[in-house]
């Protein structure tokens, strides 16, 4: 057992004493359970030390516990049983298997391979030199995988994907909404609000065919063309103008056009029920959009077509994941942690330089500011930050459909703050909704992990952030993923 001293150093770290070192070690427990507690050989294996659940992670425990120099033991205690880490350094010990590490100086700023909480900073020892500890670096290099291992997954998957159909996509009972091509864009916004979708096919009754999709895109589009004009938009001006008329007028604005000044007509793009998921997920990507409809037509001339299913790549996520979770060793970058595989977009650091712009805004940013944001830097979502850079709330396309509620549209978008649009949200939409929409992850998961919550339905991105802080430090979309596994 070691002295009664080394209890008032242990969470800060310092020198006792009796003039021992100690370093400050963030452990982490990634696994979930109700209460978790930590033990090892750096206290005698004779105190549970509490570990605390970071928030908006509720599968991660944390807990900093100070520890003299050597090479350690330990293990986590979830709910009443022992248990390791089996995605840390292990071995066989006298308390069974247990996970090791070793803690030992570094004379140098380790990289932030794994975000700390500001207790594990710096700390100064008598020789003024500053060392940084990460939990994760201790004397382990940064998982490395071989570029061979990288395609036989991505061969793996390919073959999965190639494999299945969109067929096994649609789900046993559900709906489908689908609006006329005709509607007036005010009935069209109400009823994306009032259905909570972001999008819906567009059906033409003169052709008697899907035409397009009318989406929140549509609708950011037009709130910031008014904008240009510096007029206010009126109920009576989205009454009197159609879906149809929209695209065409949008066709001009974008200058798709002939020769002779007419709009092109631009073919619907989808999936018929029999075409493979990976033939699915490449139309998703190549053309930029958020989901395929699938359309069934008993005819060849494609007439009578019936709408199935609205094909998006999570749907596509879940079959992959329930398909290689039970046998994840076959791919072996699925335990990988993101940190260590080019995916996402990553806050740059001091002297970084990022070929992908992150943005982010505070809620007292107008929304004016972050619709024109999300248009110019092509994103589907922006980090709702505070002043020290920590996650917030996030605002996506989708929240525009909110300002239906009450015609908040009506209002002057250059003064309306985006905390304002985001309450409009939160007042609009049931608490589930309002839980799923700002999903967080750390650095250290594992692709596997980050995956299986990409996969859960209305999760588009998860905001990767510090542990214990919350401060933001990068984001990974459906879209990141997918341009990963298919290369």
Known sequence: MYAADMNS??????VTTTGVVLFPIQFTWPHGGRSVFLSGSFNGWTELVPMSQVEG???????????PHGSHEYKFLVDGDWRHDEQQPHKNGEYGIVNTFDARPMLMEVPQVQSCSDTMNSMEVDNGLVHRISAVALNQAMPRISEEDIQVSRHRIALYLTGHTAYELLPESGKVVALDVALPVKQAFHILSEQGIPLAPLWDFHKEKFVGVVSASDFILILRELLKHGSNLTEEELETHSIAAWKQGKAYMTGQVDGHGRPIPKDLIYASPCDNLKDVALKILQNGIAIVP???SSSEDGSHPQLLHLASLSG????????????ANSLPILQLPIYAIPLGTWVPRIGETSSRSFAMLRLTASLSSALNMLVEAKVSSIPIVDDNDSLVDIYCRSDITA???GGAYTHNLNEMTVQQALQ?????????ERTQRCQMCLRTDTLLKVMEQLSNPGVRRLVIVEAGSNRVEGIISLTDIFRFLLG
């Open 57 to 67: 992670c509720p599968n991660v425990f944390q807990a900093v516990y100070a520890v």
């Open 403 to 405: 300002l239906a509620k």
């Open 316 to 327: 596509i996520l879940k079959c992959i994941c329930r398909y290689f979770k039970h046998c």
């Open 424 to 432: 409009w949200g939160q007042d609009s939409n049931p608490p589930y």
């Open 9 to 14: 150093a242990r969470f800060s770290g310092g």
């Open 294 to 296: 699938v359309i069934h």
